[in-house]
C-alpha cells in the first residue's frame, strides 16, 4: 500500500523560507501528478500547487511567484520550496498522490 511521509516544516519569521518535501513509499511514483495542499485553523483544506509526471506545474493565485513545487522522481520525493512566507501561509501542508494522503507538516509564520 501506498505511503507518503512529509518533513521540512517549521517556525518562521515573516520573509523567510521553508522546504517541505514528501517521499513516496510502495507505489509507481512517476507516472502521478502529485499535489500539496494545505488547511489553515478553522478553514477548508485548500489545493496550494500541483505537478503532472511531466512536469507541468499550477499554483494557487495567493501563491504564485513565491512557492515553487518540484520533484525527484529517482528519490521517489517531491519538494514545496516556500519563500517569502506570511502569516496567512501558516498551515498544516499535506502532499496528496492518487487517493493517498500524507500526515502533514505543520508551517508557522510568525514573528
Known amino acids: 500500500q501506498a505511503q507518503l511521509v512529509e518533513a521540512g516544516g517549521g517556525l518562521v519569521q515573516p520573509g523567510g523560507s521553508l522546504r517541505p518535501s514528501c517521499a513516496a513509499f510502495?507505489?509507481?511514483?512517476?507516472?502521478?501528478?502529485m499535489a500539496w495542499y494545505r488547511q489553515a485553523p478553522g478553514k477548508q483544506r485548500e489545493l496550494v500547487a500541483t505537478?503532472?509526471?511531466?512536469?507541468?506545474?499550477n499554483y494557487a493565485d495567493s501563491v504564485k511567484g513565491r512557492f515553487t513545487i518540484s520533484r525527484d522522481n529517482a528519490k521517489s520525493t517531491v519538494f514545496l520550496q516556500l519563500n517569502r512566507l506570511k502569516p496567512e501561509d501558516t498551515a498544516v501542508y499535506y502532499c496528496?498522490?492518487?487517493?493517498?494522503w500524507g500526515q502533514g507538516t505543520q508551517v508557522t509564520v510568525s514573528s
Open positions: 496528496y498522490c492518487h487517493n493517498t
Open positions: 510502495g507505489s509507481i511514483f512517476s507516472i502521478y501528478t
Open positions: 505537478m503532472t509526471s511531466s512536469g507541468f506545474t
